[in-house]
Structure formats: C-alpha cells, structure tokens
C-alpha cells in the first residue's frame, strides 16, 4: 500500500495524558500505520487522498462515543460519508478532534449542542453501524477550524494536522510507541546520543546514532527502527529515567544508559521551564514507567500499559 513518505515529520498529538478510551462498549482495534495510508484503501498507483487519521474498528450499530477529555463541542451532525456524519470537539488542552462515523442526530439523546461543555466521558454520540467503526483525526486547535481537512495526494500534510497514535494509545491503556522522526531523535537525544536536530527530518546524523545505540545495546547495528531496536531504546530510557529519579530495584543498581552513551543528566531532563520547575522531554514521559517521575514532572507522567478501568486490546 502507498503511503506519505514523510509521515514520520508529523508530530504526535499530546492533550490529556489520560484520555477516555471514545468507544468504552467496544474493545480497542486500530492500525498504528492507519495515518498516511493512501485512499482509497490499499491503493498503489491510483490514490487521490492520504489518510489524515486512525480508525478505531468493530464497532457495532449504536456503539457509544464519547470525549476523551473535557472538550467543547464545535459542532454535531456535520457531514461526514454518505450516511455517517461527524463530530468536532474543541479540548481544554489545545486540540481540535474531529470524530467520524456517527449517526445522524443521536447527540439529541442527551440534548447535544454546539457550544455545550464536556466532561471526560461524556456521551457525544452512537456509531453507525454501516459505517461500522469512529474514524479520529487531531490537529492543533488555533481558535478558527472547525471541520477537518482533506489531504490531497501532492499535497503538503494540512495545517495543524497532527498524528494521533499515542493519544490514542494512551487511551486504550496500552504501551505509547515511537513512531515519529521527532520522537526517536528525542528518545537517542535523551540517552546521550547526537541524532539531527529534534525538529528536523531523519538524516544521516540519527542513522548514525541510531547505529551506535544499537551497537552499545547489543543488537545489530543495521541503521533500522525495527521491533527489537524499538524495545530495547524504550527499556534503556525507562532505566534512565529510573536512576533520575532514584526509583531502581532494591535488588541492584540500574544501568542509567548504554554503555559508550554519554551521561544523560543534561538530555533526560529538559531546562527548566519558566516557573523553575524541572520537566521530563515528551518522550521521556510516554515511555516513562516508574511512579517517582508522576512527583518530578507535577504529576504529569503517565504508566505504560493497562490502566485501571481501561479497556484490554487483543
């Protein structure tokens, strides 16, 4: 299948660092390379469109929808395919949602309006069951969109469009994985390597860094952000993370990077921002799995894996 080359540029969306899981009837299913997959689906030479969002499948007739997080509804009942129509929601942490798939009016079932405020969890809707699944989209909320935007093949990402994979995992109560340029240089950054620049795209300085962390961590040192080398970057940030916040095991020191790495103090840590109080990098807190950091960064951290009350997926 086709796909936007530079889709890794796109940065993750951030917002509630506990978001509601939008389908709390339905177990969590969708593809973390849903995002700029060519349209129609599976199409090589012919595509018009790229994908500008994830969508969240199996879901049955009149399956519940609610907000993930405290919102504002912009509007209800927007057209959205030939029977389904949409949802848009404005969040208190500077997103624009856009929820496809809903049918036509069920937002009256609990008075619905444009204007009303959300809580998290908040009842918004029921899915169409022809179109069987919510289809999501996040982008930076400037104060003037109010629909979603198409993105045309040829065609630059559109303004604001940002990748929803982790919120979405978060959501769901699974692991954040590192699908953005941004988020690897940040993770190789944060355990003392010297990638390209975290706003620039994936150039030869970070396959060389790459290649060193994995030559440090054991693993062979091909240049390439497989499942393996995925794993042991994320373990490797986690226990230095750990050793920031004095949270190893009682039974033994834990390795605060690899080996060859150079001290991670200065990179796991960002400067402190205006109000002196010290953060963790963006990345640093979506792979961060020790409870000591929560206290660091004002409670702010999440845990990898099933939180209580979230849905398991498959």
């Known amino acids: 299948m086709k796909r936007y080359q530079d889709c890794g540029v796109i940065e ?22 849903s995002l700029c997959g060519g349209r129609p689906f599976g199409c090589d030479d012919d595509c018009a469109r790229w994908h ?8 049955k007739h009149g399956a519940l929808v609610v907000a993930p997080e405290e919102a504002t509804i912009v509007a209800l009942d927007r057209g959205w395919s030939k029977d389904a129509r949409a949802v848009y929601l404005r969040t208190k942490t500077g997103l624009f949602l856009a929820l496809g798939g809903t049918i036509h009016g069920s937002g009256q079932e609990w008075g619905r309006k444009a204007g009303d405020e959300l809580r998290t969890g908040d009842p918004v809707g029921r899915v169409l069951g022809s179109y069987g699944m919510i289809h999501f989209e996040t982008y930076v ?53 010297a990638p390209d620049p975290v706003d620039q ?13 994995q ?32 949270d ?12 060859g790495a150079r001290p991670a103090q200065e990179n796991v840590l960002d400067a402190p921002p205006a109000d002196g109080k010290p953060g963790l990098s963006n990345t640093a807190v979506i792979l961060l799995g020790v409870a000591g950091a929560a206290a660091l960064v004002g409670g702010a951290a999440f845990i990898l894996g099933s939180r209580a009350g979230a849905p398991r997926a498959p």
Not at 172 to 188: I, K
Not at 223 to 236: D, M, V
């Open 12 to 33: 993750m969306a951030q917002g509630s660092a506990e978001p509601a899981w939008l389908l709390p009837d339905v177990r969590p299913r969708f593809a973390t390379w």
């Open 52 to 59: 500008a969002g994830i969508d969240l499948i199996d879901a």
């Open 141 to 193: 909320d400037d104060g003037r969109r109010t629909h979603n935007s198409r993105w045309y093949v040829g065609d630059p990402p559109p303004d604001g469009l940002l990748n929803p994979l982790n919120y979405i995992q978060r959501a769901a109560g699974l692991p954040a994985t590192l699908e953005t340029d941004r988020q690897r240089q940040q993770a190789l950054l944060d355990l003392g390597y």
């Open 201 to 213: 795209a994936w150039g030869e300085r970070s396959k060389s860094a790459l290649r060193k962390a």
């Open 215 to 246: 030559a440090d961590l054991g693993l062979e040192a091909d240049g390439i952000w497989g499942p393996n080398t995925e794993k042991a970057i994320r373990e490797s940030l986690n226990r230095a993370v750990e050793a920031q916040t004095g």
């Open 248 to 259: 190893c095991e009682d039974d033994g020191p834990c390795p605060a990077r690899p080996k």
